[in-house]
Nanobody, 130 residues
Framework: VQLQASGGGLVQAGGSLRLSCGATGLTLDYYAVGWFRQAPGKEREAIVC?????????????NYANSVKDRFTFSGDNAKNTVHLQMNSLKPEDTAIYYC???????????????????WGQGTQVTVSS
């Protein structure tokens, strides 16, 4: 099983990036899939998760996740076994390594906890310059 995150890069403030997470060895649609970020010197934190049961997306209840709800959008492409994170109106504080993760037993009350996920992508660096 492998998750491959891509799409990061260097962008100016106000720009956009589209992160992708492709999977081999599992079907993402059957799993809870989350996007996480880890900024320099900080712990890994959840941004958004798509539930495997109701297929809805849930943003983490954190200050950062609340700040991106209107700028970041989760989407999935079942035909390509890939999910995306569309990131618009990027800000310097969005600079971080972004990870995708998949879990088969992620319960809704714990979707924001990294430990609940079984598989992780390698991370993709997003750098936003001011």
């Amino acid at each position: 099983v492998q998750l491959q995150a891509s799409g990061g890069g260097l962008v100016q403030a106000g720009g956009s990036l589209r992160l992708s997470c492709g999977a081999t060895g599992l079907t993402l649609d059957y799993y809870a899939v989350g996007w996480f970020r880890q900024a320099p010197g900080k712990e890994r934190e959840a941004i958004v998760c798509r539930s495997s049961t109701d297929r809805k997306t849930y943003y983490a209840n954190t200050n950062y996740a609340n700040s991106v709800k209107d700028r970041f959008t989760f989407s999935g492409d079942n035909a390509k076994n890939t999910v995306h994170l569309q990131m618009n109106s990027l800000k310097p504080e969005d600079t971080a390594i972004y990870y995708c993760a998949a879990g088969s037993r992620v319960i809704l009350s714990e979707y924001a906890r990294p430990r609940g996920y079984d598989y992780w992508g390698q991370g993709t660096q997003v750098t936003v310059s001011s």
